[in-house]
C-alpha cells in the first residue's frame, strides 16, 4: 500500500472543519482509557477491562444496530475473580445506550496511535479540497453521512455481530470518495515501499483507485491480510456513497494545476518581456 504525504492542489480557504475534526478525535484518543500511552493499545488487565466497558458504551455494535439486541450485562470496568481467575466484572449496564447514537459516537474511537494517525493523514490530505468544494457546513453534513453509511453497511453485512466497530475509517473513505469524483487528475506525492520508501507523484485517480480495489478485494475474502480486525466492508459502504452525493459537484469544479515540469533548452530560458 502506498502512502500519500502530500496532494498538489491547493484550496481557497481554510478547511476549519477539517481541522476540527483531526483535533477532535486526538483528544478522544486522548481521554480514551489507556490508549494515550500506548502505542498498540494494549495494557494491563485493569486498563483492558475499563477500555473494554468504555468501547461497549460508546462503540457501534452491528448487532445492537440492526436487531436492537442491546446487552443485557456488560464490563464495569473492574477486575474481579472467578472461577477461571482474574477477568473483567460484568453487570446491567448502568446507562441508555442509543444504536443510532452510538454511530456517530464511533467516528471518534480508535484502537491505536497507528490507527488514529493513518486516519488523521488521510483526511489532512484529502478533506481539505473536498470541504473547499463543498463549504463547511455541507463538507460536516456529508462526512457524517458517508460515516453512518459505512457503519450500517457493515452492520447490515454482519449482523450476528457482537463486537465493537470503531474508527473514523468510513467516514474518511467517503471523502477519498469524493476527492476522486471531484479531483481525479490531481498530483498526489506518495510513498512507496520497495526496500526503502520511494517518493513519486502519482495521480489521485491511481491512488484512490489502487486503495479502494484492495478494500474491495480485503472485504470480499479475495485477498489475504493479516489485519483481520479492520471493517474493510465499511470502507467500501463509505466510499461509494461518498462518490454518489459528490457526482452532482463535478460539474463546475476547477481542476487541479498542472504540475510543475522540468525545463530543458530554449524552455529553460527565461523569457523578456517588452
Known amino acids: 500500500m502506498v502512502i500519500p504525504v502530500h496532494d498538489v492542489n491547493p484550496v481557497r480557504r481554510t478547511p476549519w472543519v477539517t481541522y476540527a475534526l483531526i483535533v477532535a478525535n486526538v483528544l478522544v484518543f486522548l481521554s480514551t482509557p489507556g490508549m494515550g500511552d500506548s502505542v498498540t493499545g494494549s495494557g494491563n488487565l485493569a486498563q483492558l477491562c475499563h477500555l473494554r466497558a468504555f468501547m461497549d458504551h460508546w462503540a457501534a455494535v452491528p448487532r445492537e444496530l440492526i436487531h436492537g439486541q442491546l446487552p443485557r450485562v456488560v464490563p464495569t470496568g473492574q477486575v474481579g475473580v472467578g472461577a477461571h481467575g482474574p477477568g473483567c466484572v460484568v453487570a446491567p449496564p448502568s446507562y441508555d445506550k442509543s444504536p443510532a447514537l452510538s454511530v456517530f459516537t464511533a ?160 524552455q529553460a530560458r527565461p523569457r523578456q518581456v517588452w
Not at 139 to 148: I, K, L, S, T
Not at 151 to 161: C, E, T
Not at 250 to 255: C, D, L, S, V
Open 107 to 266: 467516528m471518534f474511537l480508535h484502537g491505536s496511535w497507528l490507527h488514529l494517525l493513518g486516519n488523521m493523514l488521510f483526511l489532512l490530505i484529502f478533506g481539505d479540497n473536498v470541504e473547499d468544494r463543498m463549504g463547511h457546513v455541507r463538507y460536516f453534513v456529508f462526512y457524517v453521512a458517508c460515516g453512518y453509511a459505512a457503519g450500517y453497511g457493515f452492520a447490515l453485512l454482519n449482523d450476528s455481530s457482537g463486537d465493537p466497530l470503531i474508527g473514523a475509517s468510513g467516514a474518511i473513505a467517503g471523502v477519498l470518495g469524493a476527492y476522486l469524483v471531484l479531483y481525479p487528475r490531481a498530483r498526489v506525492w506518495v510513498l512507496v515501499p520497495f526496500l526503502v520508501f520511494l517518493p513519486l507523484r502519482l495521480p489521485a485517480w491511481l491512488v484512490l483507485g489502487f486503495w479502494f480495489v484492495l478494500q474491495a478485494l480485503y472485504s470480499s475474502g479475495l485477498a489475504v491480510t493479516g489485519a483481520g480486525t479492520v471493517a474493510y466492508a465499511a470502507h467500501v459502504a463509505g466510499f461509494v456513497v461518498g462518490v454518489l452525493l459528490a457526482w452532482p459537484l463535478k460539474p463546475g469544479t476547477p481542476a487541479p494545476p498542472e504540475p510543475r515540469r522540468l525545463l530543458f533548452g530554449r
